[in-house]
């Protein structure tokens, strides 16, 4: 069983930069899939950006799509989420999930971290 550790999360002027990484231990991450969700005060959690086991493939959401930048390193077990021109309405927690299968669908995923917040401001 993987365990999930976020990292990296903070608060940050509009138009700034974080990058969070998800650090994975109990289990060689290369075999699962990985994504990054969010889940802002009263709304649902949200897709944010997904990466297949190797890397070779991503997926992100279209509110982040050019912004953020899903990435990993399997020889360090540590997925990483560069989120640039960060906007206010980024603000949330950010959650770091894994599964052996690839999925867009926060449902889908067994694994989850604890989650960082992110915070923008204006």
């Known amino acids: 069983q993987v365990q999930l550790k976020e990292s990296g999360g903070g608060l940050a002027q509009a138009g700034g930069s974080l990058r969070l990484s998800c650090a994975a231990s109990g289990g060689t991450s290369s075999s699962y899939s990985m994504g990054w969700f969010r889940q802002a005060t009263g709304k649902e959690r949200e897709l944010v950006a997904t990466i297949s086991r190797s890397g070779g493939s991503t997926h992100y959401a279209d509110s982040v799509k050019g912004r953020f930048t899903i990435s990993r390193d399997n020889a360090k077990n540590t997925v990483y989420l560069q989120m640039d021109s960060l906007k206010p309405e980024d603000t949330a927690v950010y959650y770091c999930?894994?599964?052996?299968?690839?999925?867009?669908?926060?449902?889908?995923?067994?694994?989850w971290g604890q989650g960082t917040q992110v915070t923008v401001s204006s």
């Open positions: 999930a894994a599964d052996l299968l690839y999925s867009d669908s926060a449902g889908a995923y067994t694994y």
